[in-house]
T-cell receptor
Framework: AQRVTQPEKLLSVFKGAPVELKCNYS??????LFWYVQYSRQRLQLLLR??SRESIKGFTADLNKGETSFHLKKPFAQEEDSAMYYC????????????FGPGTSLSVIP | DVKVTQSSRYLVKRTGEKVFLECVQD?????MFWYRQDPGLGLRLIYF???????EKGDIPEGYSVSREKKERFSLILESASTNQTSMYLC?????????????FGPGTRLTVT
């Protein structure tokens, strides 16, 4: 069965330090992977998708098919990065079903 | 600006009551989804719909049903609310463009069943 795991429920880093949020997946085909973010009192929203190979708010994520990982990274954490982060995988069926990981709560300490 | 709205932000119901959660999107999206969000469990898919009057079970459909009579509206129904259905419920929508399109989320409904 397709699964997404995020091993850290909570992650605390100091402002200016590098941050890495881990995501591993199990999927039999070629996955479509995303990171979603939920800031305090805001709705869940897309942060970035692997197919775009983009950097959003200084975050990047590289798909490593050998390690089945899609870790989210930022070289210098900012206080406004404090939020809940969800890694997600889309099944390639006609129904566009998305599987979310359990989430990691990032806290950036000033 | 894309918009997904949910009928209530907070809802308190008694055990055994029938509960309706409404979701409306104004983006002409084909796909609509209902999730529940619980700490440590992430988002779990309850039901989704890829067209009017079409529905598919997600991972945790037990105790829930859905209705999609119009393209823009997707309703989640708790036939007989129970305390273990106390949760945050999120609605989302997306275009049917294969697997690459993002989901747009509503603000959520926090349901408490007493």
């Amino acid at each position: 069965a397709q699964r997404v795991t995020q091993p850290e429920k909570l992650l605390s880093v100091f402002k200016g330090a590098p941050v890495e949020l881990k995501c591993n997946y199990s999927y039999s085909g070629s996955p479509e992977l995303f990171w979603y973010v939920q800031y305090s009192r805001q709705r869940l929203q897309l942060l970035l998708r692997h197919i775009s190979r983009e950097s959003i708010k200084g975050f990047t994520a590289d798909l490593n098919k050998g390690e089945t990982s899609f870790h989210l990274k930022k070289p210098f954490a900012q206080e406004e990065d404090s939020a809940m982060y969800y890694c997600a995988l889309t099944e390639k069926t006609s129904y566009d079903k998305v599987i979310f990981g359990p989430g990691t709560s990032l806290s950036v300490i000033p | 600006d894309v918009k997904v709205t949910q009928s209530s932000r907070y809802l308190v119901k008694r055990t055994g009551e029938k509960v309706f959660l409404e979701c409306v999107q104004d983006m002409d999206h084909e796909n609509m989804f209902w999730y529940r969000q619980d700490p440590g469990l992430g988002l779990r898919l309850i039901y989704f719909s890829y067209d009017v009057k079409m529905k598919e079970k997600g991972d945790i459909p037990e105790g829930y049903s859905v209705s999609r009579e119009k393209k823009e509206r997707f309703s989640l129904i708790l036939e007989s609310a129970s305390t273990n259905q106390t949760s945050m419920y999120l609605c989302a929508s997306s275009q049917r463009q294969g697997a690459r399109d993002e989901q747009y989320f509503g603000p959520g409904t926090r349901l408490t069943v007493t």
